[in-house]
């Protein structure tokens, strides 16, 4: 009775294993050779599996590449969230989104470079029939945008730039750079993230009467 009652279980465990393996080798081999080079048995043979493996965990390329994008969208929210919202002041909240944002992308590289050719290749439908692709970069200024306000009307940064535009700079200074990683793989990231951290830092401070602001410029 034992056996029988930890089965299922244990092959629902196997089955997560399997998918997740499947998704990080769909990433790896979409990094090396592109999103149309990479077939499903490519992606088979990258871990020693038979492309029927494959197939009987996702129901075919476009299936596999919507997990391989809704799995990198989750892990990014996840790494960036908390280390944003353990900051309690505007301009350290502003500095950790810059800088979770930028130390994500260095430690997911083919992560990176494979979300960027998916979106450029017309990107693939999510559940309730939205397509992921480089608009959700709209999205993530409008949120950013949202937040930039809300510190602005607390005091916390400085209330006479347009949350619109400043959100639009600090994401394109952000997403060029998976642009620049398929260029230069060897991209000192955290020297780029330290430059624009600082950048708008200075552009979003509150300067006091006596002519400081609220925040310092790391050294």
């Given at each position: 009775?034992?056996?029988?009652?930890?089965?299922?279980?244990?092959?629902?465990?196997?089955?997560?294993?399997?998918?997740?393996?499947?998704?990080?080798?769909?990433?790896?081999?979409?990094?090396?050779?592109?999103?149309?080079?990479?077939?499903?048995?490519?992606?088979?043979?990258?871990?020693?599996?038979?492309?029927?493996?494959i197939?009987?965990h996702?129901?075919?390329?476009?299936?596999?590449?919507?997990?391989?994008?809704?799995?990198i969208?989750?892990?990014?929210?996840?790494?960036?969230?908390?280390?944003?919202?353990?900051?309690?002041?505007?301009?350290?909240?502003?500095?950790?989104?810059?800088?979770?944002?930028?130390a994500?992308?260095?430690?997911?590289?083919?992560?990176?470079?494979?979300?960027?050719?998916?979106?450029?290749?017309?990107?693939?439908?999510?559940?309730?029939?939205?397509?992921?692709?480089?608009?959700?970069?709209?999205?993530?200024?409008?949120?950013?945008?949202?937040?930039?306000?809300?510190?602005?009307?607390?005091?916390?940064l400085?209330?006479d730039?347009?949350?619109?535009?400043?959100?639009?700079a600090?994401?394109?200074?952000?997403?060029?750079?998976?642009?620049?990683?398929?260029?230069?793989?060897?991209?000192?990231?955290?020297?780029?993230?330290?430059?624009?951290?600082?950048?708008?830092?200075?552009?979003?401070?509150?300067?006091?009467?006596?002519?400081?602001?609220?925040a310092?410029?790391?050294?």
């Amino acid at each position: 009775m034992t056996g029988v009652a930890t089965g299922p279980k244990e092959r629902t465990f196997i089955e997560t294993a399997r998918r997740q393996q499947i998704v990080a080798a769909a990433i790896d081999t979409i990094a090396e050779v592109g999103f149309a080079q990479a077939s499903l048995a490519r992606i088979a043979e990258r871990i020693g599996i038979s492309k029927g493996v494959i197939s009987y965990h996702f129901a075919g390329k476009d299936d596999l590449i919507r997990q391989v994008v809704i799995e990198i969208i989750e892990a990014s929210r996840a790494y960036i969230i908390p280390r944003v919202f353990a900051e309690s002041t505007g301009p350290a909240r502003l500095r950790a989104y810059i800088d979770s944002n930028l130390a994500f992308m260095r430690e997911h590289r083919n992560s990176m470079v494979a979300i960027l050719d998916i979106a450029r290749n017309g990107g693939v439908m999510a559940g309730g029939g939205r397509r992921v692709d480089g608009r959700d970069a709209d999205v993530a200024v409008h949120l950013l945008e949202d937040e930039l306000a809300r510190l602005q009307a607390e005091g916390e940064l400085r209330s006479d730039f347009d949350p619109g535009v400043m959100a639009v700079a600090i994401r394109a200074a952000i997403d060029s750079v998976p642009h620049r990683l398929v260029r230069d793989p060897n991209l000192d990231i955290d020297h780029y993230a330290k430059e624009i951290a600082t950048i708008f830092d200075l552009a979003t401070r509150v300067v006091r009467g006596d002519g400081n602001s609220n925040a310092t410029v790391p050294t």
